[in-house]
């Protein structure tokens, strides 16, 4: 809670820090550590009248309501909290032209969205990493550029944008793409405490909170005052806080030592370790500063692969610190903050580095074959063999849920959606209208004006002159993955193949935003390893435990999928699933195990369940099983040597290079 505090106030002190992002568990007072803070900032005189909140001393030259004269009157008002639902609308974000207007007086205005009513405030995004990607990439080139840029609908606005970007998110519920982290300046992890008395006063003072709230807030309306007035005065000493070169020099080497992206990084660091100096009153920037700034700003740049947690080595960094202040030309970083030359004291816990990763290298055993097929199904199944190594994951080809879905926005299938897309055509409106087509609308009541009577700018328009637009853009989708576990797939050790490509799949549908859900069956049953969830991260872990050996229960995989998709479709009916079953098709277990998959599978086709087969089958001699599944199925079967995107090109060249060999023996004979 500590850095969560600090880097709060950091972005309070100085926007340009970039805003943070708060990752933790639920029930850890994310949102009222947000909210608290808009409380303390200190109120800002705007432009009376004005709708983007512009200071009277130095007007926006560009406002839309302008231009404003210095001596225009002015008001005084609270920093504002604006906080972004999860489904909002990019018109709502951003603004859009005000048809109410446009369609009765026929002129054409600007109405301001929630980037303008955050101006100069707080912009709190609850639940970020549950917002579709393209808003989050506008929000975030918002805050980056201070400006917001409208061009829709025949309307041309610029305007400014800077406000405090605050972020918050459970990383359970699936994991923001590197690229948006990279964004956010600092980034913070939360936990509640174990400890039983700091977490008895966490509950003394909410009930104290519920019994008597003026009273609570009055109790603690002094500190508050106080804080305030902190955030004021290190916001006054900011421009006077001196970066030299020694904490310059700091900031690239740790930079350059934990090999991060780009230049991002370096020019958050910088401003933040100016912002924690201008915090403690100080002018100039320590070595403490930078290695504090480097603690928030550099976790979340770390992550290379998507299933990466975000993590710094503590020791690493102290290492760079004290190399850098080892090789200044002028004897080591100046000396006159609370640290000593040299290394820097941690002084902090420890956190776990992350960097430690278990490489066991099991050799898979050839399965024994059980012969008693006489025992009853409950017997205990056979010991599983240790859990092999996934191998590299690589980019696989595209699949799809075949028509046209109206599920959360993502990027998989084809889907209707209310944002994002692109418009493909209008239609009139078959109940409420929701996204007005402007150009349609008017063309479809321009032909009836005269005999309207229209005798003025305004347009005379009629219930069936509306034209809504119909959007088409990518969805995500339900990947359920049930995965044969088996002792036949342990044999000939293509298990550790098998973990690459899930792998793989669970990195592509990290990527196109879908929800994952896993089933392995092995022995005599089936299991939901994993329920149906945002976070692909887990996923990826209880893959890479996953044990093989024993039967292959095969229907009783595809039955566990059967009901799993059932209880999807009642929590979440607009979401598509797709069905990824990864077998070699065998099944054992009596001599009605393999009609008994057929008749699940069956099932799953009768419900329209779209199904891809990725058949593991290896050796020269191949029975067919998977394919025979998928036609089952009513899908697709795809080899697991032919997942990879580029398989489909080294499919063409080889039957080239074939065709080619073909017409040298002809030739030759």
Request: aromatic share 2%; glycine share 10%.
């Amino acid at each position: 809670m500590d850095d969560l505090r600090l880097s709060l106030l950091l972005n309070a002190v100085s926007p340009q820090v970039g805003g943070v992002l708060v990752r933790g568990e639920k029930g850890t007072a994310k949102s009222t550590m947000v909210r608290a803070l808009a409380g303390l900032l200190p109120s800002i005189a705007v432009v009376d009248g004005c709708r983007f909140a512009c200071d009277p001393a130095a007007p926006d030259t560009q406002c839309p309501d302008g231009p404003h004269d210095t001596a225009a009157p002015a008001a005084e008002r609270a920093t504002r909290l604006v906080e972004l639902p999860v489904g909002v609308s990019e018109d709502r974000i951003v603004g859009s032209l005000d048809l109410e207007r446009a369609l009765a007086e026929g002129v054409k205005a600007y109405e301001p969205g929630l980037l303008a009513a955050a101006h100069r405030g707080v912009l709190y995004i609850d639940e970020v990493n549950l917002l579709n990607d393209h808003l989050v990439d506008l929000l975030l080139d918002a805050a980056a550029m201070g400006r917001s840029y409208v061009e829709r609908e025949g309307v041309s606005v610029r305007h400014a944008a800077r406000f405090l970007l605050v972020g918050t998110m459970n990383p359970e519920e699936g994991e923001l793409r590197p690229q948006l982290l990279d964004r956010f300046g600092l980034t913070v992890e939360v936990a509640a405490t174990r400890e039983p008395v700091e977490r008895a006063e966490v509950v003394r003072r909410r009930l104290a909170y519920d019994a008597d709230p003026e009273g609570f807030a009055e109790r603690w309306a002094q500190q508050e005052k106080e804080l305030a007035a902190r955030i004021t005065a290190a916001r006054a000493l900011l421009p006077a806080v001196l970066l030299g070169d020694p904490a310059l020099r700091q900031i690239t080497a740790v930079c350059a030592a934990f090999e991060v992206d780009g230049l991002r990084a370096d020019i958050v660091m910088a401003r933040t370790a100016v912002a924690l100096a201008a915090w403690a009153g100080r002018t100039e920037v320590t070595a403490e500063d930078v290695r504090t700034a480097a603690q928030l700003a550099l976790p979340h740049r770390r992550r290379r692969n998507p299933f990466d947690a975000p993590g710094l080595d503590e020791e690493k960094l102290d290492q760079t610190l004290e190399q850098s202040a080892a090789e200044e030309p002028d004897g080591g970083p100046d000396d006159d903050g609370p640290g000593p030359e040299g290394p820097p004291d941690g002084g902090g816990p420890d956190g776990p580095s992350g960097g430690g990763q278990d490489a066991p290298e099991p050799e898979a055993s050839e399965q024994e074959k059980s012969g008693e097929e006489s025992a009853p199904s409950r017997t205990a199944p056979a010991p599983p063999q240790p859990a092999a190594p996934a191998a590299s994951p690589y980019r696989t080809r595209l699949l799809t849920v075949p028509g046209l879905g109206e599920g959360a926005g993502g990027r998989r299938s084809r889907a209707r959606t209310d944002s994002g897309g692109h418009t493909v055509r209008a239609a009139r409106p078959t109940g409420a209208l929701q996204r007005l087509h402007l150009a349609a609308t008017v063309q479809a009541a321009a032909p009836h004006q005269l005999a309207r009577g229209r005798d003025g700018r305004a347009l005379r328009l009629r219930r069936d002159d509306f034209r809504e637009q119909v959007r088409e853009g990518r969805e995500s989708n339900l990947v359920l993955f049930v995965v044969d576990a088996s002792g036949s797939m342990a044999a000939r050790q293509r298990m550790s193949a098998v973990k690459g490509a899930v792998l793989s799949l669970l990195m592509d549908a990290y990527q196109r935003r879908d929800k994952i859900g896993m089933i392995t069956f092995r022995g005599s049953e089936a299991v939901l390893a994993l329920p149906p969830t945002s976070s692909v991260e887990v996923g990826a872990a209880r893959l890479e435990q996953l044990p093989t050996g024993g039967r292959t229960p095969l229907a009783a995989g595809l039955l566990r999928a059967h009901e799993t998709l059932r209880l999807e479709r009642l929590r979440d009916p607009r979401r598509r699933p797709l069905l990824v079953v990864v077998t070699d098709g065998r099944a054992t277990g009596g001599s009605q195990a393999l009609p008994d998959a057929r008749r699940a599978a069956q099932l799953l086709a009768a419900q329209g369940t779209a199904a891809v087969v990725v058949d593991c089958e290896s050796g020269p001699v191949r029975l067919g099983l998977a394919a025979e599944l998928a036609q089952h199925l009513a899908g697709e079967a795809v080899r697991l040597e032919e997942l990879a995107a580029d398989s489909v090109t080294h499919l063409v060249t080889d039957l080239i290079h074939t065709d080619r060999g073909h017409s040298k023996q002809k030739e030759a004979a």
